[in-house]
């Protein structure tokens, strides 16, 4: 098992990429907490960790709040005594054209993608340098590194993760903390799927009309294929390896 005896948070892991890290983490031996600002995703998650053997706790949590961030790594400390692993993979998909952003649109993205990831990777490093290690992951997304249309907010604050990972594992690096940042590309998760419908078209007509012609692999990707780089990072199989921007998007970017 490659997390064994590892404890490991986890933001947003209700669903999509988060549930799919989440039941990964405990099928390699991790004890995970499972954040969720939904706290019935969150037990559901839970439940299926404990089915398959494994050991989790939920916590309803609001990364842009920094109390329930405080509650959060207090609570994983109390249960487990210590804090190997954060993933920081709550995010907002709040994105308009930037003549259309008021500061309110700002104000909702930029306070769970950035100040969120800012708040957990804060008061997790506390308990890192207190045992004198830990792995740190931020999800960011493609969105960070191309131009996305009509996505400008969402698009800033992704960047702003991937800078943010490489300032943390400059400034973590000397405690023995590492600090990673995965980017996947379009995963089929329940965001993609409300953000579709939002447009208004069909699965397939993103698949034909945006997909195809860009990605090599010509469809949506999956939060299982996402999960695996996440595991990657955390894991000591990533001893030396700090600072990077893994892409998992099929060669969208390519």
């Not at 104000?107 to 207190?130: H, I, P, Q, W």
């Not at 973590?172 to 996947?184: D, E, H, M, S």
């Not at 990707?221 to 700090?242: K, M, N, R």
Request: some cysteine.
């Amino acid at each position: 098992m490659r997390l064994k005896e590892k404890t490991a948070i986890i933001t947003g892991a209700g669903s999509g990429i988060g549930r799919a890290t989440a039941l990964l983490f405990a099928r390699e031996g991790a004890r995970v907490l499972v954040a969720d600002i939904d706290s019935a995703a969150a037990m559901r998650v839970v439940t299926e960790i404990v089915d398959l053997g494994g050991q989790a706790e939920p916590q309803t949590a609001d990364v842009s709040c920094e109390g329930d961030v405080q509650q959060m790594v207090a609570r994983t400390l109390k249960q487990w005594d210590r804090l190997d692993i954060l993933v920081n993979n709550a995010a907002s998909f709040h994105h308009v054209r930037v003549e259309e952003a008021t500061r309110a649109d700002w104000d909702k993205v930029l306070a769970v993608n950035v100040l969120g990831t800012s708040f957990c990777s804060r008061y997790a490093v506390e308990a890192m340098k207190t045992q004198g290690s830990g792995a740190i992951v931020n999800v960011a997304s493609i969105n960070g590194l191309i131009a996305m249309p009509d996505w400008l907010t969402y698009n800033a604050s992704k960047a702003a993760v991937i800078e943010m990972s490489k300032s943390m594992a400059m400034d973590l690096g000397a405690f023995n903390i590492r600090t990673n940042c995965v980017c996947p590309g379009v995963t089929d998760t329940p965001a993609l799927q409300r953000a579709i419908a939002e447009l208004g078209v069909t699965v397939e007509e993103v698949i034909k009309g945006y997909i195809e012609p860009r990605c090599f692999i010509k469809r949506f990707g999956l939060p299982e294929e996402v999960a695996p780089a996440i595991l990657f990072l955390a894991s000591d199989e990533a001893s030396y390896v700090t600072g990077t921007t893994l892409v998992v998007d099929g060669g969208f970017t390519a």
